[in-house]
Each structure stands twice: as structure tokens, then as C-alpha cells.
């Protein structure tokens, strides 16, 4: 659908539904079949009942059209919600989902990030800590945090303080030409490119870690980036105050994703 | 507004935003400066501008006469968004908030209930776990985990395992004549019934006390209950198998608030 909304959605009442980002580059849906598996993985979790790939599909197309950003770089966002009523917070016996498209430019962000620590962490006891939710305030209060600060993402901590990932990205950090990453078990998002940058590093030969660790280990880290769908790898340059230069392997992976 | 919402609110999108259910007696709505004065305090610790008390009261009633519910008892709702707009997590500078009001009839359950223990945490580490928020979904996970072991409500516990809430309610227990609670910076909800209780425990002369305390504390209590503006006191039978006997206590608190 793209059309108004009913106000009794359960994506609207109670944040219960997931969304994908997808990158368009002139109409075309980067990595399409990747955010469809993770979203279907998502109702999985969620219990809920997957979407058809290509009514979904359809929709993305549809709300690019729409828009008029078929011939140039956009963000296509599928909206997956547990439908409309249930008492309170019990969904219905079956759920019939809704799915919602909408498109808009998307530039590439020219400057590396600036990252601030947020004191919202990532609730790495919730399953859905590794899904994209529509309760996604938390987030949003973290990104505030970081904006506050001076920066321009947050890097989120797990309830144990352990790095999950920014707010609408994921974390990387490069040491001694070793690649990590938060596990998902840190409460870190699932996200598509960061499958795509390990894929990628090994191809290249990289040694590959996703690991559980405190931003202290930061300390010896030559370079850290961010990954998201929209924006590939984006080199992050400063982390609360500490800077942080360009590394040729942050580089490399970028190439060799895009 | 009462008709459909646009796919772009940030309530629908990200979960930014916060939700009032008052319960309505033959069109009186009980407890509503309470309740509004819990959304402005909501809207102050998410940076949102408050809803004008008068519009806020006149969409409820709005509802509730549209539904036909105004001589009967019912669950008035009251769903404040951060409005549509900005780019990804952040807002635009100056968010413009969205009001949505719905009514459905609410029957006072006959029964008391059961409770289960969820695996979902509550997530203490955000100012959100104080709040009622749209970004609802570990609630919702945390009751079908409790309707799944054959309960009807669940209690969730803090990221370090102490009592917190119930999914939709607040909980409290009695031992040796005192009355307890879980300290609202546990991560449990700001109960306006939770808050009615305090008080009118205080009245009849019983020691109230808000603690810290995970659930091995329920070896002791003679009797545990749940709080919410639509049940008032409902008590609790029984918790993970465990029975608990009806209380003078609970009776005579839920006589006093009602």
C-alpha cells in the first residue's frame, strides 16, 4: 500500500513490525535479495508471517516511480508492520502483515563520521536488539545524544558496555591488519553491508574477527569505520574527541563492496 | 486528527513517540490530569514539545463519542508522535507533534492473573524504560512468551535480573503488612495507577517501600498484583507455577483507589 496509514496499525501503536533500507542506484535495488532474507528472518523472530519477495519488490519499484527517483541515487524503505488489531499488546490468532514503501534522494555522505559514546544502550537482552524494529527510539535518542555532543553518529554499548554498533550503522575497527567487529550476540544489528565488508575482507584475505570487546581495545585501533547500506563504509574520524586517519584497508574494503 | 496518519509520522516509521490509555467511565475520564501530566513529563525527557492539555482532552472525548462509548466502560487512547519528517534518526529541527486518539470498550477482567517470567529484559540503560513509548516491541515479544507458557501476563526483569513490570501493568508485593514495589530507575514504567496505589497505601497507614529486588524476594510475599489505569488492582494467582491466596491488602487498596 501507499496510501494513509489506519491508526489502529500495531507498527504505529506498538512498534511492532521491522523495516529494510535499500540503496537505489538509478532504479536499481542494490542487494535486494539480502534485505529480503534478513526481513524475513526478522518475522521470523518476531513471529510473524514473511512477506511475498515480489510484492515487495513491487512496492520498492513503485514508491521509486512515484517519487521520480528512478534515474538517480535513492533510499527505498519497505515498511513490514504486524497489521491492524489484537487486544492490547496480544497480536491477533493470524496476524495479516502490512507493508508500507516509500523513497527519497539519498546523497552519499561526503565527510568521514565524527562518533560519540551514547549513555542509551542497546538492549542485548531483547531478540530484537539484532533486528531493524519500528521501536527504534532508542536509537533515535542516542543519534540525539551524539548530535548534542558535537558529533554526528553514536557509537551504542551493550548493557554490559560491551560496542554493539552506532545508531544506524554498523562498527568496525582495524588493528594491526586485523578486522573486528561487535558479534551479533553484543546486541549489534544484523546489517547487510557489514556481511557484505566480512565477505569482502575475506575474499581479500583479511583476518576476520567478530568479537566482544570494550571501546578501551579502540585505544590500539589504526582505523575505524561505519557501515550501512546507504552509505557503504564511511570512515569514522574522530571517536569522543580522540581522531583517527584514513587507512588504505578501509579503503580497500570500500572498493571492494561498491 | 482522527482519520489515517501519513507513511511518513516518525511514530509509524521509528517508534518516536509516546501513548496515554485512559480508561473512561460512562464518558468520564478517570485519572486524565495524571495522565497528561505523565505525557508532558514524557515529551520533556524525549525533547518533544508537550500536547496542549484542551486538544489532548477534546480528541479523547472525540473518540470516545465516535466510537459510541460514552455510557459505557472503555480504554480511551491517546498517541502522541515526534510528527512526520527529518532525515533517518534525526529530527528536523523544530519537530511539529501529531495527535491520534482511539477508543475501544474495556471489560475488567474477571479473572486474576497468571504471570510468567520473560527472557525479554526491560531495558533499564534507557531513559525510554520509564516511559510509554511507541517503541513497544519488547513488550509485546515479553507477553506472547507468556501466553506461550499458558500465563496471561509477563513479568519482566531488568538487564541485571531484578523485577521491573509487568509487560502492561506495574507489579507490587505484600510481605509481613508492607506493600512493595520495584523503583521506577529498575526500568519499570511510571504507572499513573502505580503512583495512585503508593498513595493511597500511604493513607491507610501501610509501609510502602520502592526497591531493587530480583524475584527470589516472592519466596517471602503473602500476595502479589498488578496495577494499570484499566484494571486497577488486578491480583496475581499465580507466578511461574507458584499459587498466591487472594489478600485483605490488595482488596482494600483496590477498594480505595476505585
Not at 54 to 60: D, I, P
Not at 120 to 140: F, G
Request: net charge neutral; proline share 6%; hydrophobic share 50%.
Amino acid at each position: 500500500m501507499m496510501g494513509p496509514l489506519p491508526p489502529d496499525d500495531r507498527g504505529f501503536t506498538l512498534g511492532d513490525g521491522l523495516f529494510e533500507t535499500v540503496l537505489a542506484e538509478a532504479g536499481v535495488l542494490v542487494r535486494l535479495p539480502a534485505h529480503l532474507a534478513r526481513l524475513a528472518a526478522g518475522c521470523e523472530a518476531l513471529g510473524l508471517p514473511a512477506p511475498d519477495p515480489a510484492e515487495a519488490e513491487g512496492l520498492l519499484r513503485e514508491a521509486l516511480t512515484h517519487a521520480g527517483l528512478t534515474d538517480t541515487r535513492a533510499a527505498a524503505r519497505l515498511t513490514l508492520t504486524a497489521g491492524s488489531g489484537g487486544r492490547g499488546l496480544d497480536r491477533p490468532a493470524a496476524p495479516v502483515i502490512r507493508l508500507v514503501a516509500t523513497a527519497a534522494a539519498a546523497r552519499r555522505p561526503a565527510d568521514p563520521a565524527r562518533l560519540a559514546t551514547s549513555a542509551v544502550r542497546r538492549n542485548d537482552a531483547s531478540p530484537a536488539s539484532r533486528l531493524k524494529t519500528l521501536s527504534y527510539l532508542d536509537n533515535v535518542l542516542a543519534r540525539a545524544q551524539a548530535r548534542e555532543a558535537g558529533a554526528d553518529e553514536a557509537l551504542m554499548l551493550n548493557t554490559t558496555g560491551e560496542m554493539a554498533c552506532a545508531a544506524a550503522a554498523n562498527v568496525f575497527w582495524i588493528e594491526g591488519g586485523r578486522l573486528f567487529t561487535p558479534a551479533l550476540d553484543c546486541g549489534a544489528l544484523a546489517g547487510v553491508t557489514r556481511a557484505e565488508v566480512l565477505a569482502a575482507a575475506a575474499r581479500l584475505g583479511i583476518s576476520t574477527h567478530q568479537t566482544r570487546a570494550t571501546p578501551e581495545v579502540l585505544a590500539n585501533a589504526e582505523a575505524v569505520f561505519l557501515t550501512n547500506a546507504l552509505v557503504g563504509v564511511r570512515p569514522v574520524v574522530e571517536l569522543d574527541g580522540r581522531g583517527f586517519a584514513p587507512h588504505a584497508l578501509s579503503a580497500a574494503l570500500a572498493a571492494a563492496i561498491s
